[in-house]
């Protein structure tokens, strides 16, 4: 996301602030045209206004009134387009967020979430997407890798992936996560994809946790074990993966888990314990909503990157696992500052006296230890 804090944007309140502009890449869109022949390519969830009413640009309808600068524009015709395109949204705009764009009143990205969504509308306010720091290329051209922090050697990082058939239709999820710090996860990289196979899957999962120093991979394996197998068989791979309880690589996800996932989630949210810093991923928590007692993607909308992100979660609730995987990572850590700390004790001869010097900072602070785990 561009951060603005120069420029404003035309209202019906006037010109006012707005946060940002945030790129994104959509699969398909929405081509309106108007009876004064002025049209405005748009995603399909683009939210129009009529007075006080809201449409999706993907329910309008020939001869809808649509609010704009001088009155109203009459729809002539509405386009499903089947193509990828690059849009812009802006990002909290004017005290309303609404906003002029083409003449047309149209409704911004606010992540502010729906009333049903899972977590709630004042923790994803907080959740403000930032640019990618790089765009690494992973196994193939077309996938590409968000960087927003690059590995570090004394870290402990877990990659979590919510895998597809790589046909066009869902997205393959996947997560980098810095563990080190106690009650603190840190999403460093994300790719988000819907074309990558099967058969390519274990390579670009291998290639991405090589790179964050040999990661432990979390996989979601419902339906896709060979990924888990051709990981072990086909690529070198010399970090862990996820063993659970069962004796199974991975985890199977079923009503029962994925129920305590997302409770977990909802609470770890709620403590500020997750840096997130994609776009993709907070639009996801935005659309991620309760629907006949169970939480999912709103329509025309994607959760693979909610349901990825909830395989770690699914983690952090269970202690025994936390134990195994969290803490252990954690008191790692703690051993890399305690050798630190002692290096930091020396000698100094000034040519008269022989001083010690110790720096006596509290080198756990950074840590954030507290005595609240869940």
């Known amino acids: 996301m561009k951060i603005n804090n120069r420029y404003q944007i035309l209202t019906p309140n006037g010109y006012e602030d707005f946060d940002g502009i945030q790129k994104v890449k959509r699969d398909k869109f929405c081509k309106v045209v108007f009876k004064d022949n002025t049209e405005i390519e748009c995603s399909t969830d683009h939210v129009f206004l009529s007075g006080k009413e809201e449409f999706k640009a993907k329910d309008l309808q020939k001869d809808d009134c649509i609010s704009s600068k001088n009155g109203y524009k009459i729809v002539k015709s509405i386009e499903l387009v089947d193509e990828s395109i690059e849009l812009y949204d802006l990002i909290n705009a004017g005290k309303d967020h609404v906003y002029y764009t083409n003449d047309i009143l149209s409704h911004n990205c606010c992540f502010d979430g729906s009333n049903n969504t899972l ?3 004042d923790v994803l306010d907080k959740l ?5 720091i790089d765009i690494k290329e992973i196994y193939k051209s077309d996938y590409k890798l968000k960087i927003y922090h690059q590995p570090k050697e004394n870290c ?7 895998p597809s058939e790589g046909l066009g239709l869902d997205y393959t999820g996947i997560h980098v996560w810095d563990i080190s710090k106690k009650n603190k996860r840190i999403q460093c990289a994300v790719m988000y994809n819907n074309k990558i196979s099967i058969p390519e899957a274990p390579f670009v999962i291998s290639a991405i946790g090589k790179f964050y120093n040999n990661a432990l991979i979390l996989i979601e394996n419902n339906k896709f074990e060979t990924i888990v197998r051709d990981i072990f068989e086909k690529t070198e791979y010399y970090g862990d993966i996820f063993l659970n309880n069962d004796g ?4 199977r996800t079923t009503q029962h888990t994925r129920n305590i996932s997302l409770k977990q989630m909802e609470h770890e949210f709620s403590k500020s314990r997750f840096e997130i810093n994609d776009y993709d991923t907070i639009h996801e928590l935005n659309c991620f909503i309760e629907h006949n007692g169970k939480f999912q993607a709103d329509q025309d909308n994607h959760d693979d990157l909610v349901m990825s992100l909830s395989l770690l979660c699914y983690i952090i609730a269970d202690s025994v696992l936390y134990e195994q995987y969290i803490t252990e990572n954690e008191q790692y850590m703690k051993d890399v500052h305690d050798i630190d700390e002692s290096q930091l004790d020396f000698l100094i001869d000034d040519g008269a006296n022989v001083i010690r010097l110790n720096d006596k900072r ?3 602070d950074e840590l954030d230890y507290d005595d609240d785990w869940f």
């Open 128 to 132: 403000i997407p930032i640019d990618p």
């Open 362 to 364: 509290n080198i756990y």
């Open 248 to 251: 199974r690589y991975g985890i």
């Open 156 to 162: 402990k990082y877990i990659i979590t992936i919510d």
């Open 119 to 121: 977590l709630h509308g």
